[in-house]
């Protein structure tokens, strides 16, 4: 699967973010508890220039649970802070007040200022709103809503930046760009979501296999292109002809696993991990 979506505001998003780091205290960098490696921003350390890094393990209500434990040891034991987080819901917001760091200028009056970067789609605007305690930023679920980059005032001690999301220009690793595409954070336009959907399947055979079963009631015994077919029967999505429509299953299939009912269920581990970076 060779993905390429990079639209000029990423690229103008990039460079932009650079020099606006110059002016923040921290970064907070939202990734995808499914998949936070896959989710990060390339190079952010290198951007950051040695500015405080915490990564917020958003959508942890839709990832296994031992999984996200997982990684949050993995990143806390290096030189990045971590926490994990349901954005939906204020209270756990909580967790994150008390690892931002005061302005290294003590005698500057000013308010606590913090660079929220992610990938699009991985919840940095629902993060904002839910700090800001009413909507300010854009929200939904199609990857690249924030288009421009703009200071918001959460409280009279904390200012954030939003950022538009980045993405890299081009994915080489097959597995890395179908992750990325499963969980939403590309332009569904462009995808070959029969190909993602088996995929997926693949992935929850080998890793979660109950879950296909408790969800769709279809026998495990198959490669993912039969199961694919048989929860298109199961579901009753056929053609005029009584063939399989495979495009709608496949479909359903993505969605779901985004909506979480297929279950608690984690794209990537830290124990898989070529080695550890910080």
């Given at each position: 699967m060779d993905i390429q979506w990079y639209p000029g505001h990423m690229e103008k998003a990039k460079k932009s973010i650079k020099n606006y780091l110059k002016l923040a205290d921290s970064i907070i960098e939202i990734v995808d508890?499914?998949?936070p490696v896959s989710t990060r921003i390339k190079n952010i350390?290198?951007?950051?220039?040695?500015?405080n890094i915490i990564i917020v393990l958003n959508k942890a209500d839709l990832a296994d649970l031992k999984i996200t434990q997982m990684w949050l040891e993995y990143f806390n034991s290096g030189?990045?802070?971590?926490?994990?987080?349901?954005?939906?819901?204020?209270?756990?917001?909580?967790?994150?007040?008390?690892?931002?760091?005061k302005p290294k200028n003590k005698s500057r009056i000013a308010p606590l200022r913090c660079v929220v970067v992610g990938a699009p789609n991985v919840g940095?605007?629902?993060?904002?709103?839910?700090?800001?305690?009413?909507k300010t930023a854009k929200t939904g679920d199609f990857p690249g809503i924030t288009k421009n980059i703009v200071w918001i005032k959460a409280s009279d001690d904390l200012e954030l930046l939003d950022t538009p999301g980045?993405?890299?220009p081009k994915y080489e690793d097959r597995f890395i760009a179908a992750k990325l595409a499963i969980l939403g954070t590309i332009n569904p336009d462009i995808l070959d979501f029969e190909e993602l959907a088996k995929t997926l399947i693949e992935y929850l055979l080998k890793n979660y296999p109950t879950n296909i079963e408790k969800r769709y009631g279809v026998s495990l015994d198959?490669?993912?292109?039969?199961?694919?077919?048989?929860?298109g029967k199961a579901r009753g999505f056929l053609?005029?002809?009584?063939?399989?429509?495979?495009?709608?299953?496949?479909?359903?299939?993505?969605?779901?696993?985004?909506?979480?009912?297929?279950?608690r269920i984690s794209l990537e581990r830290p124990d898989e991990m070529p080695d550890k970076k910080d």
């Open positions: 508890a499914r998949a350390e290198k951007l950051a220039s040695g500015k030189s990045i802070m971590a926490i994990a987080i349901n954005a939906l819901k204020k209270s756990e917001l909580n967790k994150l007040y008390g690892l931002l760091s940095k605007s629902t993060f904002i709103n839910q700090i800001k305690g009413r980045i993405l890299q198959f490669n993912s292109s039969k199961v694919l077919e048989s929860i053609t005029s002809g009584g063939s399989v429509d495979i495009e709608r299953t496949a479909k359903t299939v993505i969605k779901e696993f985004q909506e979480g009912k297929l279950g």
